[in-house]
């Protein structure tokens, strides 16, 4: 079982800047393709970004596309969101999730693990 840990949330003004991070308890990390959710109040969780096991290749939501940029450091067992330009549209609890699914996928249904949740909250 993979144990996810998120972290890097907060309060930031619009046009802000805040990197995520999700530390996973599983040394083979490098074997699941791995994405980042979120989920704002009254809302169904939706797909923000996922990247493939190598790093090499990612997806974005077209919400966030060109502003999030989402990596990963096998060596670390970790990954990342980089967000940017972030927007009060942006607020909402973000999860990382993994998968052992080889594809870039952007069900939620598709991800076996998931991290409890960060805050992030873009105030106008």
């Known amino acids: 079982q993979v144990q996810l840990v998120e972290s890097g949330g907060g309060l930031v003004q619009a046009g802000g800047s805040l990197r995520l991070s999700c530390a996973a308890s599983?040394?083979?990390?490098?074997?699941?393709?791995m994405g980042w959710f979120r989920q704002a109040p009254g809302k169904e969780r939706e797909f923000v970004a996922a990247i493939n096991r190598r790093g090499d290749n990612t997806f974005y939501a077209d919400s966030v596309k060109g502003r999030f940029t989402i990596s990963r450091d096998n060596a670390k067992n970790t990954v990342y969101l980089q967000m940017n330009s972030l927007k009060p549209e942006d607020t909402a609890v973000y999860y990382c999730?993994?998968?052992?699914?080889?594809?870039?996928?952007?069900?939620?249904?598709?991800?076996?693990?998931w991290g409890q949740g960060t805050q992030v909250t873009v105030s106008s």
């Open positions: 999730a993994s998968t052992g699914r080889q594809t870039l996928v952007v069900g939620s249904v598709q991800y076996d693990y």
């Open positions: 599983e040394r083979t990390l490098s074997s699941y393709t």
